[in-house]
T-cell receptor, first 110, second 115 residues
Framework: DAKTTQPPSMDCAEGRAANLPCNHS???????VYWYRQIHSQGPQYIIH???NNETNEMASLIITEDRKSSTLILPHATLRDTAVYYC???????????FGKGTRLSVIA | GAVVSQHPSRVICKSGTSVKIECRSL??????MFWYRQFPKQSLMLMATSNEGSKATYEQGVEKDKFLINHASLTLSTLTVTSAHPEDSSFYIC???????????FGPGTRLLVL
């Protein structure tokens, strides 16, 4: 599976949109982009995934560039409870297990 | 989303004893489950892949005789840490892949402390 690069940490003001970038320049055509987050001392929580179209659900939006080499996870109105480590993972659907990198530690500040 | 449970959430044991951790997919059948381990301030590390009715596949460096995995049904996988030592103290997290094979869902984790 393709490797991803994320900034180690980010801050966001409460109530503002949090935009978390991910670079996956070696992604191949059948690989999906998945986003998970891990709140302290809990198991990872699935957020969203996509192939090439932008996706939105009740938690977040996923914007994938046209060349698919990068993506952005958007939390539209960040709250203090969104403070977590966010992981961007690229994998082929149904095949390999998720392999976690270091992620981005998002701190939402009041 | 799908729900995965783990039991116990926290366990303290003496060195040399064995500890069993259960992982259940509550509202879906999971032919494939995964076990991860996470040390403080580190990311999750995949330990093994467990397929229902067959032997688990272990990642390099993970001792299969020490970390026994059983996946006897489509909703239950167990991890037994045999002869636990203090260096086995960690956060163990299971994960189950949904029936479409699209998404992995994670349990809440089990914190193991070996004294």
């Amino acid at each position: 599976d393709a490797k991803t690069t994320q900034p180690p940490s980010m801050d966001c003001a409460e109530g503002r949109a949090a935009n978390l970038p991910c670079n996956h320049s070696t992604i191949s055509g059948n690989e999906y982009v998945y986003w998970y987050r891990q709140i302290h001392s809990q198991g990872p929580q699935y957020i969203i995934h996509g192939l090439k179209n932008n996706e939105t659900n009740e938690m977040a939006s996923l914007i994938i560039t046209e060349d698919r080499k990068s993506s952005t996870l958007i939390l539209p109105h960040a709250t203090l409870r969104d403070t977590a480590v966010y992981y961007c993972i690229v994998r082929t659907k149904g095949h390999t297990p998720l392999v976690f990198g270091k992620g981005t530690r998002l701190s939402v500040i009041a | 989303g799908a729900v995965v449970s783990q039991h116990p959430s926290r366990v303290i044991c003496k060195s040399g004893t064995s500890v069993k951790i259960e992982c259940r997919s509550l509202d879906f059948q999971a032919t494939t489950m995964f076990w991860y381990r996470q040390f403080p301030k580190q990311s999750l590390m995949l330990m093994a892949t467990s397929n229902e009715g067959s032997k688990a596949t272990y990642e390099q460096g993970v001792e299969k005789d020490k970390f026994l995995i059983n996946h006897a049904s489509l909703t239950l996988s167990t991890l037994t840490v045999t002869s636990a030592h203090p260096e086995d103290s960690s956060f163990y997290i299971c994960s189950a892949r949904d029936e479409k094979g699209e998404t992995q869902y994670f349990g809440p984790g089990t914190r193991l402390l070996v004294l």
